[in-house]
């Protein structure tokens, strides 16, 4: 069985402000790792992925992420803030040992004031 | 550019009336999803196609079925809505191969309303 836990369901940040979006994940095998964002009324966009390698992965629009196998979490991170990053957020992992289908997190809300 | 294309983008349908929503991509993936999505949930997997192989999630009505009739386009068919089934529908698309695994590509999704 595979599972993502996002903790918290809003992220308020100042613009400018370094940005952190938490998410740990539950696997059998070895974990991959995604995050995507979601701006209202439309579809997912992809922003980073975790295969095998390095444990920091960088993305898409400044967008970094760490993994971390003992804490078994995958935490997004932008060290500046932009307004236009306020948008949902989601962390999904897939069973390296498994099949190819996703397990979503609940998502985390980030808002981002001026 | 190469994308996952949904229509229409709203779609109004009646209680009970059939509705029929399309997908098509120029990515030419082999894997094709439908999720539905409801009040910015967690997108919920419905079914998907591993080329002309459909697999339906254990927890997906019988209400809710799905064509592909090529590698291109894949039908999602709600044959009688109820109030319940408003929600926005994702298509996204898939490359599965050995070394992988590619992310998985969404569609700018069609949100259904049921009157």
């Not at chain 1, 236009?84 to 609940?106: E, H, I, N, P, Q």
């Not at chain 2, 419905?46 to 019988?62: G, M, Q, R, V």
Request: some cysteine; hydrophobic content about 30%.
């Amino acid at each position: 069985a595979q599972s993502v836990a996002q903790p918290e369901d809003q992220v308020n940040v100042a613009e400018g402000n370094p940005l952190t979006v938490k998410c740990t994940y539950s696997v059998s095998g070895n974990p991959y790792l995604f995050w995507y964002v979601q701006y209202p009324n439309r579809g997912l966009q992809f922003l980073l992925k975790y295969i095998t390698g390095d444990n920091l992965v960088k993305g898409s629009y400044g967008f970094e992420a760490e993994f971390n196998k003992s804490q078994t979490s995958f935490h997004l991170k932008k060290p500046s803030a932009l307004v236009s990053d306020s948008a949902l957020y989601f962390c999904a992992v897939r069973d390296g040992g498994g099949d190819y289908k996703l397990s979503f997190g609940a998502g985390t809300t980030v808002t981002v004031r001026a | 550019d190469a994308m996952v294309i949904q229509n229409p983008r709203y779609q109004v349908t009646q209680f009970g009336k059939p509705v029929t929503l399309s997908c098509s991509q120029t990515l030419n993936h082999n894997v094709m999803y439908w999720y539905q999505q409801k009040s910015s949930q967690a997108p919920k997997l419905l079914f998907h196609y591993y080329d002309k192989d459909f697999n339906n999630e254990a927890d997906t009505p019988d209400n809710f079925q799905s064509r592909r009739p090529n590698t291109s386009f894949c039908f999602l068919d709600i044959r009688s809505p109820g109030l319940g089934d408003a929600a926005m529908y994702l298509c996204a698309t898939s490359r599965d191969r050995a070394g992988g695994p590619d992310e998985q590509f969404f569609g700018p999704g069609t949100r259904l309303t049921v009157l």
